[in-house]
């Protein structure tokens, strides 16, 4: 006969023979013995006992009689797993239990619609809240044991950028970036451009548009990802050409020449009259060079004072080539 945890069991002595028995006693297996006919006895923890009954008639035959009763411990089980967890992170949970006597069948019950029969389970929280979670233990003899526990599943750190800036090659900006509260850690990719990767906000400088991203872990060890484009252009504030010039020989302002900052090369710079006439070609050179600019001459002689017009195709640090168109007077 089985039982869970303790159990009294009824004996019953059904000794049958020709000879009167003079003597008979019952060992129950637990220290304990009887010399009751028809013994009632407790048994008062678990394990698997030997229970036997001597005999012994007037001529001295004897005879020994044994049978098996279990008393099963009841399963002691225990939740083990994270107290606070992440929402939509994979969660472990692991049944613990104490040394069984039996095979034991478990059901999971996570407070949010979710079950499983598996001994250790992994599942995801999709809302944040705090759950209760059951875990029910039943083994062979039906002995059952519930165990609960409260987990706290928090949202993930959110990340948010007001807006993916655009800057002129060669400025930079501080990233515009803002967190929720708890941020532990902070890891910015690629290096390149940024003032710093483990900090909050970073300033950044990319001479090419570049698409950061942002890596944070929250003090619960939630982490959550997202990224910004740092978009680098070349504009007017890079480049530029003077609207007059007096090719006088007088030391000022004697060339007409492109000017600008974060300019890799001039591709080219053509100058026009006002009938359309080209005057002055030049390919490839650098911006800012006074000896690579029109000094207001055309074949061989003083051109003309007036309005030109200019078509100068910038080349800057960014790879992009910029066609800027204008005019320029030449004064004599």
């Known amino acids: 006969k089985a039982f869970c945890d303790s159990g009294t069991v009824f004996f019953t002595n059904y000794t049958i023979g020709n000879d009167p028995v003079t003597s008979s006693i019952w060992d129950f297996g637990d220290g304990s013995t009887s010399l009751d006919q028809d013994p009632i006895h407790s048994f008062t923890s678990p394990g698997q006992y030997l229970v036997s009954l001597s005999v012994v008639t007037t001529t001295g035959c004897a005879r020994t009689l044994t049978d098996t009763v279990r008393v099963y411990a009841t399963p002691n089980p225990s939740i083990i797993s994270d107290s606070v967890v992440c929402i939509n992170s994979l969660i472990n949970f692991r049944a613990g239990l104490l040394p069984t006597d039996t095979a ?6 996570f407070g949010n619609g979710q079950t499983s029969t598996q001994l250790n389970p992994q599942i995801t ?30 949202p993930l750190p959110i990340i948010t950028f007001s807006t993916n800036p655009v800057i002129p090659v060669g400025s930079s900006i501080q990233i515009p970036v803002t967190y929720t509260p708890g941020i532990r850690s902070y890891t910015w990719t690629p290096i390149s451009g940024l003032s710093c990767t483990d900090c909050a906000v970073p300033v950044a400088k990319p001479f090419l548009t570049t698409k950061y991203g942002i890596n944070v872990v929250d003090s619960i060890g939630c982490t959550s990802n997202a990224s910004v484009t740092v978009t680098v252009i070349c504009n007017e504030k890079n480049y530029f050409g ?3 010039f007096s090719p006088n020989n007088d030391g000022n302002n004697d060339l007409f020449y492109p000017r600008g900052s974060n300019i890799t090369r001039i591709q080219s710079m053509r100058i026009f009259s006002r009938w359309g006439e080209m005057v002055f070609e030049k390919r490839n050179f650098s911006a800012n060079s006074g000896s690579d600019g029109w000094n207001g001459m055309y074949k061989g002689k003083r051109a003309d004072a007036g ?12 790879g992009a080539i910029i066609p800027f168109k204008g005019d320029v007077t030449l004064v004599r």
């Open 242 to 244: 003077p609207n007059t």
């Open 125 to 154: 929280f999709a809302s944040t809240g705090t759950f209760i979670i059951t875990l029910d233990v039943v083994n062979a003899a039906g002995c059952k044991m519930s165990v609960t526990k409260s987990i706290r599943v928090t």
């Open 307 to 318: 309005v030109y017009v200019y078509i100068i195709e910038f080349i800057c640090e960014n």
């Open 104 to 109: 034991v069948n478990v059901t999971w019950s």
